[in-house]
């Protein structure tokens, strides 16, 4: 659990725990920003703590929806928290110091450090919630990528919960009636929280804290087969340096493994640059469409997401353009690992392949949630996720709610992994 992925499949199904609730003492009650340190990684997340309808302590969690908190305990100087996960039930307990919190999160034999800090921002008002929630409304009513909303009506579906959003009484508990709304839509890239993105996860996305040789990995499997590992699609100099170098070790390999298994997606330089090693000449891999769809989508073929979306956005739809830019393209064989949590652009590039025969791919079908998204700040300091774009590949298909269904469907154990074995046995063996 070195990468962002594997941050976020620790912590996706934290839930509600046991733990008994204590009266909710005035010095803990407020808005902290806790972080978690997994295994090489940071999650952040806002937690509210607040004392419910009969004065005992509740914790709400507001930030990307991996983590939920609803019960608390605080006695002394003591905070607990607790909940459940795939993996087993979850501990948090540590020690309060005026505005701080240092303590340790246990999951079964995973453990490791959390620390928060009390912020400054107090709960919102009934009416703050109400003006935010009509923002929201109003924002996606105008920006959503399909004006159909799926054959909702968008105006029906806001007015019924209105009425929840001006009655919740924290923060936590308005937040999960506009979640609770947005999960109509049955969309991926959807959601409101108290914290970006690039604020949750700050070791993702390229940035100065973002170690790309975990990132980015590669090594000799025998002396025929090469094994590169790309565990999230990251933007910039850094990392497109670091899939260069990949590939000028790899060439000589007659047979290539590429591992996007847990591969969450992320934006374009990566996935672009890597289409340009399997793909000798300039080919259409893809095309996004806003609500505006037009009718002759501009072209891009670089490797900046600024870029890109200045374009989608001026001229409503873009076609990517892959391939034809690398000196020495790939030219041996080529089997993709894929599985459940190969999401977004890792779905987008690996249904190309496929549809292109580049390459076979081996493992489980990915997970479905392929838009284009971007974030809107909101005021309160909260921020709206929404897809702006949808996708199709260049014969037309769709991903979003579907995912990608693998050519050769092979299971992984912790003792065996029989998906890279099948991967390396389609490489090596006769073409003919």
């Known amino acids: 659990m070195r990468n962002a992925s594997m941050t976020l499949a620790l912590l996706a199904t934290i839930a509600c725990g046991n733990l008994t609730p204590t009266p909710a003492p005035a010095p803990v009650l407020g808005r902290w920003l806790f972080t978690f340190h997994i295994m090489g990684g940071l999650f952040r997340t806002p937690v509210e703590l607040v004392a419910d309808s009969v004065g005992l302590l509740k914790a709400n969690a507001l930030g990307l929806p991996l983590v939920r908190f609803n019960a608390a305990s605080a006695s002394g100087d003591q905070l607990q928290l607790e909940g459940t996960s795939r993996y087993g039930a979850v501990h948090v307990n540590g020690r309060l110091v005026r505005d701080s919190f240092d303590g340790r999160w246990r999951i079964k034999i995973l453990r490791g450090a959390v620390t928060a800090k009390r912020l400054a921002v107090g709960p919102s008002s009934v009416g703050q919630r109400v003006a935010i929630f009509d ?7 105008r920006r959503y990528y399909d004006s159909t909303f799926g054959g ?17 009484r924290s923060d936590g508990e308005w937040l999960a009636s506009v979640r609770q709304m947005l999960g109509e839509l049955h969309s991926s890239h959807l959601d409101l929280s108290a914290i970006s993105v690039a604020d949750a996860l700050p070791t993702r996305g390229g940035g100065a804290n973002t170690n790309e040789s975990k990132i980015i990995e590669w090594r000799s499997i025998d002396s025929r087969v090469g094994y590169l590992r790309i565990a999230q699609f990251d933007e910039g100099a850094a990392a497109l340096a670091r899939l260069d170098s990949a590939f000028a070790a790899l060439r000589g390999y007659t047979g290539l493994v590429v591992d996007l298994r847990g591969n969450p997606g992320g934006t374009l330089s990566v996935a672009m640059r890597l289409g340009d090693y399997l793909l000798s000449q300039p080919t259409p891999v893809g095309t996004f469409t806003t609500r505006r769809n037009s009718a002759t989508p501009a072209q891009y073929s670089g490797y900046s997401v600024d870029e890109f979306l200045r374009l989608l956005r001026d001229k409503g739809a873009v076609t990517l353009v892959a ?20 999401g977004s652009t890792t779905e987008a590039f690996v249904a190309v392949l496929q549809e292109l025969h580049l390459a076979t791919l081996v493992g489980q079908r990915t997970a479905g949630g392929m838009l284009s998204s971007a974030e809107l700040q909101l005021d309160g300091g909260w921020v709206l996720r929404f897809p702006e774009a949808d996708f199709r590949t260049p014969a037309g ?15 992984r154990h912790w003792y065996r992994d029989g998906q890279l074995r099948a991967a390396v046995s389609i490489v090596t063996s006769d073409p003919r």
């Open 135 to 141: 923002a929201l409304r109003d924002s996606l009513a």
């Open 152 to 168: 909702l009506s968008w105006d029906s579906l806001t007015t019924a919960y209105r009425p929840q959003a001006a009655a919740a």
């Open 323 to 342: 391939g034809g830019h690398a000196a020495q393209p790939y030219q041996g064989r080529i089997a993709v690992l894929i599985d459940g949590g190969s």
């Open 397 to 411: 298909q769709r991903i979003e709610g579907r995912g990608v269904s693998p050519d050769i469907v092979a299971s």
